[in-house]
């Protein structure tokens, strides 16, 4: 029996899981959604048995699928979400919900942290352009101040990738392309940075022990396998950051490529083979999920947008979904299609969740702007589409005046599934846009990542360039360029004149 590789996707919302064979194939797969806690305005948290059900949850349903397959198991790869922060015990248990990635409560704690080190000095050591309130290093000051008891109780801050190794193999370790954005850890020496560890009051022993990504861990104990119905010879990998998983992937590993990823948020990655610094201090830069290279990488809201707008405008389409067995953004599409470019005028700011690179504002806000009588739901709909579109050639026009050339995107994600948007963008951007036949990018990353580790394949090239089979390729259409041109100019326009107003009504 061919071996095969158990994939886990940490994602934001849910937790997907994927069985993957040697030639990038998937056996099985098996997804459990989780509801975010979002009492306060700015707090977003996530119990750990939360996780760690939907995992359990997820494995049970997948190893049904699979049967007597899942003797053929040989490894586990992990793809994750990143800044998801737990605060662990002695024994390794939560003294709080672990505070996720999006949450933006430390506000004045990053506004401490910039005022003591400065934005250039953080730019130049982690390669974040600058502090933001949903860094760990700015979450772990909030913790304690503001919740004292749990900061001195802490024995490990980990992230969520750190903290399912734990679950699995009882090694507390983590990778560098998950703590770059920590802004505690040093992009250039690859060390915990000491003068930020002192300032947070905490020490390089209440921290995992650093690996890179892609690397073997030990094997799941014998007591975890037998609770989840694996075998006890499974060996567990670091994995990546989801971002970085996702491009090696698609084959996103060499540069001139860009990926984009439109899931819960828009991420972007850039592949690059040595440190590149943005001389605008726009793009961040992160360790990549190859050892020994980088990307430039970012994320701002993305799919949630469209969700947002699907749950709370779509309830025709959602019931005209059960009924015909589509998907209710296949129905949004077909209406989306009778839509001239550029929304007739409508321009969109999808910042649900504050804006990041290269237009950072935590405190930016969704916006329409420019409806009239003649626009119906369909322009809404493709108004928020095209704005994703434009925070893509934001980035791509960053990422070109740091000095890369980037000769064509990658698209994976929920929003790569659209064939309508995929043209969209690839008009928007100018550039040719590829998707690829396995549906799950970033498990396969895991997987290719896990799988070389243990000897499945001889390198990660060539593991890309026999999984990441290209599905389809959207070359941009030169007839509506003006259309978007005028929309992207627009955008920009709105994006700056809002500056202020977004300051103003940070609390309302």
Known sequence: MDPLILSVDLGTTSIKLAIIDKHGRIVATATREYVLKTEQASYVECSEETYWNAFTGGLAELLETIGKQKEAIRVLGISAQGETLFFLDEKGKSLRDAIVWMDNRAENESAELREKFTDEVCYKTTGQVQFDPCWPAAKVLWVKKNQPDIFKKTKTFALIEDWFIYRLTGQMVTEGSL?????????????????????L???????????EPGE????????????????????????ALDQAAGAIGVGNICEGRFSENIGAALAICAPVSKPLFDPNRRMPLHYFGIPDMYMLHTFTTGGMAIKW?????????????????????SIMDEEVALVPPGSDGLV???????????????????????????????????AIM????????????ALENAGLRVSELRSLGGGSKSPLWNQIKADIIGKPLVTIKCSEAACLGA?????????????????????????????PDANNRSAYDTGYEDYKQLFSDLNGMFEKTYRQ
């Not at 073997?216 to 075998?231: C, D, M, P, Q, Y």
């Not at 707008?309 to 953004?329: H, N, P, Q, T």
């Not at 700011?349 to 626009?375: E, I, Q, W």
């Open 309 to 329: 707008f699907r749950d709370s405008f779509c309830d025709l389409e959602i019931s005209v979904a059960a009924l015909s067995g589509k998907s209710a953004y």
């Open 348 to 382: 969109a700011l999808p910042h649900l969740s504050g804006s990041m690179a290269p237009d950072v504002n935590a405190r930016a806000k969704g916006v329409f702007y420019g409806f009239t009588m003649k626009h119906g739901k369909p322009h809404f709909i493709r």
């Open 447 to 475: 997987a290719i990542l896990a799988g070389t580790a243990i000897g499945m394949f001889d390198s990660i090239e060539k593991a890309c360039a026999s999984m990441a089979e290209e599905k389809a390729r959207f070359m």
């Open 386 to 397: 095209e704005s994703i579109g434009y925070i893509i050639r934001r980035n791509i026009e």
């Open 216 to 239: 073997k861990v030990a094997v799941i104990t014998r007591e975890v396998a037998a609770s989840l119905g694996l075998n006890n010879d499974i060996m567990v990998c670091t994995g």
């Open 201 to 211: 009051g905490i020490t390089e022993q209440q921290l995992p022990r650093i690996m």
């Open 179 to 199: 703590i770059t954005s920590t802004v505690y850890w040093n992009l250039i020496t690859k060390k915990w940075w000491p003068e930020m560890l002192a300032y």
